[in-house]
């Protein structure tokens, strides 16, 4: 009866939701039978998004801990939502800044066709499903008539001064159905209380009381944590359990984001999330006795202190030895469309293109995490048509990727930490898509997906935690049988789905190379995290995608690159090359420079060319770049390639000073 259950586990999708209860329990009870040894079945439904470790209490009791921590219903609720929109308007639309001064002139607002109507059309357009807006930025400028203050909307001459743009932007997400939150900047540099400790917090708290009693449900508060001076040079202390408490009284669904307790910040505006993403995390905590005296249904709000949270791994193992408090705390990852998080012209030409767009969606909602897209209107108070035009390929790469789920259909066959599919018939793919019921809690640390080609079982693809949604890009594959292995979790996974899918190629992403005729030998050595498929791997044939998880990089973490090339004879060789990823913001960076040297017995070498790096070390997207050295017709047999690790992230970087990684996928010669 439970395997049939599973069997269903296929017919999902579209009935997904009516049999959800069913296949969790059905899936639970397999994984019992499957593994009835185990003694780590405890499925925990209690919603307790925060729980305290107590002083000498063992490794395996905080792992079984935090997978215990489950999300609130409000977390819950917004993780699903996957896909969100932000929208940068306001005084600086019509300055060309990105921070206003605070002394700009309301008479400078005037959108003259403003339609929050064509925002929200082309938002839902797009696949999102919230919308945030700038009520008030760091320059104080309101979008709505605040009472408290009359640097707003209403002493501009845009609608003469009866306009209010969060209201119109809050109906029209009510008409389309779409959620509505709002950013409300604790800095202001226009506020003359600001820095008058208790006058200032009392003022913010009257706009905040304000935007949460006005505009009809809000679903999301999002605070920054920029904090500067005020029009009188003074700064001031912000009273985020007052704020905090405010929101929950008025708006007790709403989640309160990045300087605050229910949604963190992924840690970069570059649109890549982390390929190891935990919602489970140590939280930095003041003291412990305020957590245990706060109330229950928001136990974290009384002592809740953003920490750093730019780290590559927030909560694996290691993070959480030395914790002393777990908090179910997601991602959320903040990026704009443009360079800019105001709409600026001079920057019409570089809207994101719809592929990287659709980079963006694989990283971010793909790696567990909700994306927010930032989409700034422009000064006539419309979205701009290149941004729309965007959007609008990225939307159409998403649906053809996953307009059919080839495992719908297929039979299924559980046993101990695996899940096997048969297809009907054969399938290529070249996506997946994983699902943990997060509502039980995240578990999984490891997984691999495998095909069988008739007579093996070979890993195509895998990573570490999955959560609420994991999506996986790869080369092409074609089989009829696929197994999901859970290599290791932190107590038994509650999988909710799993989906393959035959998507467009995104940008050039996978090439196929003429294999190197000889051997090639590592002179150094790559993580165990990242392998490429093993010591063969950079010349293989196969290129690495713009998906550095894909299986096909070679990571190096903090060391160099060495390889050495034996063409079996003396020959003429005039080409030399290697393949580099960067992504500088999962800390991996193109070589400071790849030096070519050639030899003929393999002992002395002679160094023929050095290919210095010239990718902008700052490049906010994934960069595949050859480093390639023609040099000549040179006799040679060995040719070593020694691609030099920068060694420590930049000093503008989140990771400063942090080991860098060198990503590698195939060098070759002609
Ligand atoms: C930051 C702000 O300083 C930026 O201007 C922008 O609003 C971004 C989303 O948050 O903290």
């Known amino acids: 009866m439970a395997m049939n259950m599973v069997n269903s586990l296929r017919l999902k999708s579209r009935t997904i939701n009516n049999w959800l ?60 939502l996957e896909f969100t929109a932000f929208i940068h308007f306001g005084i600086n639309t019509f300055t060309g800044n990105e921070w206003g001064k605070g002394n700009e002139d309301p008479a400078l607002f005037n959108p003259a066709q403003l339609d929050t109507r064509q925002w929200v059309r082309v938002i839902r357009d797009a696949g999102m499903k919230m919308v945030i807006i700038t009520a008030k930025h760091h320059d104080g400028f309101c979008l709505w008539p605040s009472q408290y203050t009359n640097h707003s909307v209403a002493s501009s001459p845009w609608k003469k001064g009866k306009g209010d743009v969060v209201g119109e932007l809050a109906a029209a997400c009510r008409e389309y159905g ?23 917090n009392e003022f913010f708290r009257n706009q905040l009381r304000e935007l949460l009693s006005g505009f009809g449900e809000i679903s999301e508060v ?38 605050g307790p229910d949604v963190r910040w992924v840690g970069t505006e570059s649109g890549n999330g982390r390929p190891t993403e935990w919602s489970v ?66 920057e019409n030409n570089r809207v994101k293109s719809p592929e990287r767009l659709a980079e963006i969606y694989f990283h971010s909602v793909g790696m567990n995490s909700v994306l927010l897209l ?47 599919y048969t297809l009907a018939k054969p399938a290529s793919f070249n996506v997946a898509v994983i699902r943990e019921d997060i509502k039980v809690g995240q578990r999984i640390e490891q997984f691999h997906l495998e095909a069988w080609d008739g007579k093996a079982w070979n890993t195509f693809s895998g990573g570490t935690t999955v959560g609420n949604k994991r999506m996986l890009r790869f080369p092409m594959i074609t089989a009829q049988r696929i197994r999901l292995v859970t290599d290791a979790s932190r107590s038994d996974p509650v999988i909710m789905d799993f989906g393959l899918f035959n998507g467009p190629e995104i940008a ?17 050595v790559y993580s165990p995290k990242y392998t490429g498929g093993g010591p063969g791997a950079v010349t ?3 290129r690495g995608s713009y998906e550095f998880t894909d299986g096909k990089w070679q990571g190096y973490e903090g060391a160099d690159f060495i390889a050495t090339a034996d063409l079996g004879t003396i020959r003429d060789v005039s080409v030399v090359w290697a393949g580099f990823l960067q992504q500088q913001g999962s800390w991996i960076f193109m070589p400071a420079s790849v030096e070519y040297a050639v030899s003929d017995d393999g002992k002395v070498f002679r160094t023929v060319r050095i290919v210095k790096n010239t990718v902008d070390e700052k490049d906010e997207g994934t960069v595949i770049r050859d480093f390639t050295a023609k040099i000549g017709k040179t006799k040679t047999r060995f040719i070593r390639i020694f691609a030099r690790n920068r060694g420590h992230c930049p000093s503008w970087h989140p990771g400063a000073g942090e080991k860098t990684w060198i990503f590698v996928d195939e060098v070759g010669v002609k």
């Open 508 to 524: 050039e992403a996978i090439r196929k190379v003429r294999k190197i005729d000889g051997s090639v030998s590592l002179g150094s």
């Open 281 to 346: 995390v140590p939280d930095v905590v003041q003291n412990l006795d305020s957590v245990r005296a706060s109330s229950q249904q928001f136990p974290v709000d009384g002592a809740f202190v953003p920490g750093d949270l730019t780290g590559s791994d927030l909560g694996s193992r290691d993070k959480l030895k030395n914790a002393r408090a777990l908090l179910w705390y997601p991602a959320e990852t903040d990026v704009s469309i443009r360079p800019g998080w105001f709409y600026h012209a001079a």
């Open 178 to 200: 779409l959620k509505f939150g709002f950013y409300l900047s604790p800095w202001d540099k226009h506020e003359p209380s600001y820095g008058d400790a208790e006058k200032y």
């Open 21 to 80: 209860p069913f296949l969790i329990m059905a899936t639970l009870l397999l994984f019992i039978n499957q593994s009835i040894h185990s003694q780590r079945i405890r499925p925990i439904y209690s919603g307790n998004n925060y729980v305290t470790i107590l002083p000498g209490e063992t490794m395996e009791q905080i792992v079984e801990k935090a997978a215990g921590v489950t999300p609130s219903a409000n977390q819950l609720a917004w993780q699903r």
């Open 374 to 420: 930032n989409i700034p209107p422009d000064k006539s108070g419309l979205i701009h048509d290149n941004d729309i035009q965007s959007l609008k390929g990225m939307k159409k790469i998403i649906d053809q990727t996953f307009s059919t789920d080839l495992l719908e259909g297929s039979s299924v066959k559980v046993s101990g930490k695996s899940i096997e």
């Open 222 to 259: 999002w605070f920054d944590g920029a904090c500067g001076e005020g029009p009188n040079g003074k700064k001031q202390t912000y009273d985020w359990k007052s704020y905090y408490a405010l929101i929950r009284e008025l708006q007790p669904s709403a989640v309160i984001a990045v300087m």
């Open 540 to 542: 293989d044939g196969i």
